[in-house]
Nanobody, 127 residues
Framework: QVQLVESGGGLVQAGDSLKLSCAAS????????MGWFRQAPGKEREFVSA????????NYADSVKGRFTISGDNAKNTVLLQMNSLKPEDTAVYYC????????????????????WGRGTQVTVSS
């Protein structure tokens, strides 16, 4: 099993930046893709970004493209999400996810392809 722990959330103003971190432990060698999802109050959990750990390929939701950057440190089993130019609509609980199969490479936005989840970290952006 893989355990994921997110950190780095907080309360910021519109236009500010935050960096989220996801630390993986356990059977990390089995991880194929790491992803970030978010869930705002009253809304479904949605895809934000993903990175394939072997090839470094990345994917982004259109809503964050150009503002967010995902990166991975295989040696530290950590994935980072640099969030710049934050907007109030970015307010949500951000969850880290790990996928074990190549399905996460072909369907990185599909929530059902991920097998492990962290507990989330709150990001609040005030206007």
């Amino acid at each position: 099993q893989v355990q994921l722990v997110e950190s780095g959330g907080g309360l910021v103003q519109a236009g500010d930046s935050l960096k989220l971190s996801c630390a993986a432990s356990g059977r990390t060698f089995s991880i194929y893709t790491m992803g970030w999802f978010r869930q705002a109050p009253g809304k479904e959990r949605e895809f934000v970004s993903a990175i394939n750990l072997s090839g470094g390929y990345t994917n982004y939701a259109d809503s964050v493209k150009g503002r967010f950057t995902i990166s991975g440190d295989n040696a530290k089993n950590t994935v980072l999400l640099q969030m710049n130019s934050l907007k109030p609509e970015d307010t949500a609980v951000y969850y880290c996810a790990a996928g074990y199969t190549s399905r996460t490479y072909y369907y990185p936005t599909n929530i059902n392809t991920y097998g492990a989840w962290g507990r989330g970290t709150q990001v609040t952006v005030s206007s």
